[in-house]
T-cell receptor, first 116, second 112 residues
């Protein structure tokens, strides 16, 4: 399966600042990547589907102007949390779709964001 | 939105015992997948079962699917302390589209 990395693995920032999280597919050309958010002891909630070279598709209730997604290449998607607030503190996980009609996703290790 | 519900929410067993986790879902599906998540880490894909399959095995894992009851179970046999993790079921509605809808998960603790 695909190997997916995320950077940084954890970040602490002040309220009002913006934070960029990178998701890289190391050995697989990913036309589709997914961004999830996970609060403590809860399940993953899909935030958006990122398609290479086009605009991301956001899930209902996710503010696209707050969570900016860029998928400029087949190996990199970025999620920028703009004007972060403490309620944005969460575990953000990206995944790569298997592609070619496959249904499996390969997940990155996640990024822990803490907003003070 | 959440598709499924896992039960139990938490399960504590001794090494060597079997662990059974259940998942229910609400809509029709193309396939159902089980993932494992160690604390503070990403998810690892365990097994996929398609809607036309009833049972699947992979090592110590056994998954069943009952589409009439919209439910699935994951059995881990001869559990080990290293199996301690959260387990999530996830459903795919449209084949090849890859969008996963996750259940709430079961936290499994295997004590030595």
């Amino acid at each position: 399966g695909a190997v997916v990395s995320q950077h940084p693995s954890w970040v602490i920032c002040k309220s009002g600042t913006s934070v960029k999280i990178e998701c890289r597919s190391l050995d697989f050309q990913a036309t589709t990547m997914f961004w999830y958010r996970q609060f403590p002891k809860q399940s993953l909630m899909l935030m958006a589907t990122s398609n290479e070279g086009s605009k991301a598709t956001y899930e209902q209730g996710v503010e696209k102007d707050k969570f900016l997604i860029n998928h400029a290449s087949l190996t990199l998607s970025t999620l920028t949390v703009t004007s972060a607030h403490p309620e944005d503190s969460s575990f953000y996980i990206c995944s790569v779709g298997e592609g070619a009609g496959g249904d499996t996703q390969y997940f990155g290790p996640g990024t822990r964001l803490t907003v003070l | 939105s959440q598709q499924g519900e896992e039960d139990p929410q938490a399960l504590s067993i001794q090494e060597g015992e079997n662990a059974t986790m259940n998942c229910s879902y609400k809509t029709s599906i193309n396939n159902l997948q089980w993932y494992r998540q160690n604390s503070g880490r990403g998810l690892v894909h365990l097994i996929l079962i398609r809607s036309n399959e009833r049972e699947k095995h992979s090592g110590r894992l056994r998954v069943t699917l009952d589409t009439s009851k919209k439910s699935s179970s994951l059995l881990i046999t001869a559990s080990r302390a290293a199996d301690t993790a959260s387990y999530f079921c996830a459903t795919v509605r449209t084949p090849g589209y890859s969008t996963l809808t996750f259940g709430k998960g079961t936290m499994l603790l295997v004590s030595p």
